[in-house]
């Protein structure tokens, strides 16, 4: 049994029938750019360590445990989504694999010492918000999606003082920001090694980027082909399906 707090709920996890997760439609929902990037990310299998910053409801460290035995951390600096996550982590017996901490991202090379993980992902606040109305009105949603607490460049500086030199850092971010993401890695010794474009449906503009770096890595960018979530008829199609499985 697990304890739901106000509106909370459990789900299973994409296309898994194998896992819960809390979730809340007025604090944190997990969406399609964190199964990517659990996915898309290089993973260690059976040495090394993992840690995943702005990791929210705790869900891509257990997307990655379906298919990495080696540890995970979690970073999470919003106390209620901390809490859920903690919480998603014991109902699905992994905390021998999975550890949570509630803490600022700026403070883990501090916490942790640099170069200590072989993988960084992160997935983090997407929006440069200059005017208070475009925010959303819930707070938990604005820290979330909006670079309120933390911005593009240190998450990245974080990443790369997290990874040890020739570890791996994934993004998953919008195409809007490329430019920045990839000038900001470079200024911090992460060379952009491999970057896919995401679809809505063909047609549509891609509005999800991944990409992977390497620290102290050589310049050899690979684009992979695109990824289409939805085909014509409204389902996901069999590349989606693909990637994730």
Do not use: W
């Not at 819960?20 to 659990?38: E, G, K, N, R």
């Not at 918000?129 to 949603?141: A, G, I, V, W």
């Amino acid at each position: 049994m697990v304890d739901l707090l106000g509106d909370e709920r459990l789900d299973y996890l994409f296309m898994d029938q194998s896992m819960q997760i809390i979730q809340s439609p007025t604090v944190f929902s997990y969406s399609i750019d964190a199964v990517l990037l659990a996915n898309f990310a290089s993973l260690p299998l059976k040495r090394g360590k993992i840690i995943d910053l702005c990791t929210g409801n705790g869900v891509i460290p257990l997307l990655m445990s379906k298919f990495t035995n080696v540890p995970i951390t979690g970073v999470e600096i919003q106390e209620r989504l901390y809490g859920m996550a903690r919480r998603s982590v014991q109902y699905n017996n992994k905390t021998d694999q999975i550890e949570l901490i509630h803490g600022d991202l700026n403070d883990m090379p501090s916490f942790f010492g640099n170069d200590k993980f072989d993988l960084v992902t992160v997935n983090p606040p997407y929006f440069k918000t200059e005017h208070p109305n475009q925010m959303n009105k819930n707070d938990y949603l604005t820290i979330a999606r909006h670079e309120i607490l933390v911005n593009l460049e240190q998450v990245i500086q974080t990443s790369s003082r997290l990874v040890k030199p020739g570890g791996k850092v994934a993004m998953v971010h919008r195409p809007g920001r490329l430019v920045d993401i990839i000038n900001l890695m470079r200024k911090y010794k992460l060379e952009p090694k491999r970057l896919q474009f995401v679809y809505p449906k063909e047609g549509k503009e891609a509005n999800i980027l991944l990409i992977e770096s390497i620290r102290d890595g050589k310049v050899d960018l690979k684009l992979l082909p695109p990824l289409y979530v939805f085909n014509q008829e409204g389902s996901y199609t069999k590349e989606l399906h693909d990637f994730v499985y």
